[in-house]
């Protein structure tokens, strides 16, 4: 969402972000941007500092329990406002006019930090099967419902009683095999069970994170 009035430097934003393939919504009313923000899921925030009654935004955004989304916060503005970047709490700032060079840098670096929020929480659902190890080294044959960078959702053949498990599973196109230790969180007496990763290896917990990047993008 971009707030602001500079319809320049609005159509400029939207070139940008249309080439990042991110929709823009403009409120050019800063009380509206607010009442937005309470109410609907926003994935980045851009601010013009040049407009009358931003500094309520910041009030809100950084006040002790409000009930507003955390986004990424983007400010933009006349060079003199624009270095008080500290006291708004944004993460990024470019100056007025738009430089386009320097905006696709920062939009860019928006747009990884909010990929990787979704991402950390997103699940991809996949039926494919999956091999779990009990403490005594029984085996067990699962198929996978879903998986996440934290965890995933299997469905066993039977009921499983341990509580720490080693998982094994091949996801289709990734480099290498998916093996992790994790814990049951959760299980029903259909053999369905919520597993949280404990401990992947740092190259296979990259490898999992490339591969749901490419599914989500896919979608």
Request: proline fraction near 3%; hydrophobic fraction near 40%; aromatic fraction near 6%.
């Amino acid at each position: 969402m971009v707030v602001s009035r500079d319809w320049q430097e609005i159509s400029v934003l939207e070139c940008i972000l249309g080439g990042l393939h991110m929709s823009v919504s403009v409120e050019p009313e800063p009380q509206s941007a607010l009442q937005r923000l309470s109410r609907s899921k926003i994935d980045a925030l851009i601010v013009d500092c040049d407009l009358g009654g931003t500094q309520q935004i910041f009030r809100e955004l950084q006040g002790a329990g409000k009930n507003l989304n955390t986004v990424p916060l983007v400010i933009m503005g006349e060079r003199q406002r624009v270095a008080a970047l500290n006291q708004t709490g944004a993460l990024f700032a470019f100056e007025k006019p738009i430089s386009v060079e320097q905006a696709v840098r920062t939009l860019s670096a928006a747009r990884c930090m909010i990929l990787d929020g979704r991402l950390r929480y997103h699940r991809f659902g996949i039926a494919i099967p999956v091999s779990l190890k009990d403490e005594d080294d029984k085996m067990t044959e699962a198929y996978l419902v879903n998986v996440s960078q934290g965890g995933m959702q299997i469905c066993a053949e039977r009921v499983f009683e341990a509580r720490d498990v080693q998982i094994s599973c091949d996801l289709p196109g990734a480099n290498s095999q998916l093996k992790a230790r994790g814990e049951v969180v959760w299980r029903d007496d259909c053999g369905n069970m919520g597993i949280r990763f404990v401990k992947v290896p740092a190259q296979q917990q990259r490898a999992l994170q490339l591969w749901l990047a490419q599914k989500f993008l896919a979608n």
